[in-house]
């Protein structure tokens, strides 16, 4: 069963940084594509990114709205996708979600990130 | 940044009832390597979304086949033949044609 388990999230001042896990199980982690997507309360989803799989040599695209500020890796001895995020805005407030493919056959739960003084 | 615009933005229905919800795209999605890499999900309340459409007309894994996908360049169409209380959420296009990829707005579905 194919799983994905995000934490990292919470309450960060503007300016300040914080950095997503998505664990998952249940498929071969190397051959597939890993996206970040996030939902503003009330809105619709942003993409944010991909990061490749090993045949594509685990390269990164990035949405500009974020690029610059937030990064996407992998650990992939560990099968754990992370999102970077630096000098947080109000405006990244969300949910944020770890997918699997660009086109996300599988979402995980979430994380709530809340930029706030 | 390509534009997906979703009609209606909210469809009240019947139990039983059919209906479908349009996504019209500013750019064709039809990639260069031949495919068109649009999406469909729903997003029941306080649940992540969920898909139920691939490249335009692919029925998602364990997705019912009352929901139907068809299309092509820039304008989709989602059809649920004859909705049911687990389909009421909000659903959402999406297009990986072009980067940025982006999502339409929704069309929140509801119980006339």
């Known amino acids: 069963e194919v799983k994905l388990l995000e934490s990292g999230g919470g309450l960060v001042q503007p300016g300040g940084s914080l950095r997503l896990s998505c664990a998952a199980s249940g498929f071969t982690f190397t051959d597939f594509y890993m996206s970040w997507i996030r939902q503003p309360p009330g809105k619709a989803p942003e993409w944010l990114g991909v990061i490749r799989n090993k045949a594509n040599g685990y390269t990164t695209e990035y949405n500009p709205s974020v690029k610059g500020r937030f990064t996407i890796s992998r650990d992939n001895t560990q099968n754990i996708l992370y999102l970077q995020m630096n000098t947080l805005r109000a405006e990244d407030t969300a949910i944020y979600y770890c997918a699997r493919r660009t086109g996300g056959d599988y979402w995980g739960q979430g994380v709530m990130v809340t930029v706030s003084s | 940044d390509v534009v997906l615009t979703q009609t209606p933005s909210i469809l009240s229905a019947t139990i039983g009832q059919s209906v479908s919800i349009s996504c019209r795209s500013s750019?064709?999605?039809?990639?260069?390597?031949?495919?068109?890499?649009l999406y469909w999900f729903l997003q029941r309340p306080g649940q992540s979304p969920q898909r139920l459409i691939y490249?335009?007309?692919n029925l998602g894994s364990g997705v019912p086949n009352r929901f139907s996908g068809s299309g092509s360049g820039t304008d989709f169409t989602l059809k649920i033949s004859g909705v049911e209380a687990e389909d009421l959420g909000v659903y959402y296009c999406m297009q990986a044609t072009h980067a940025p990829y982006t999502f339409g707005a929704g069309t929140k579905l509801e119980l006339k």
């Open positions: 490249l335009v007309s």
């Open positions: 750019q064709s999605l039809l990639d260069s390597d031949g495919n068109t890499y």
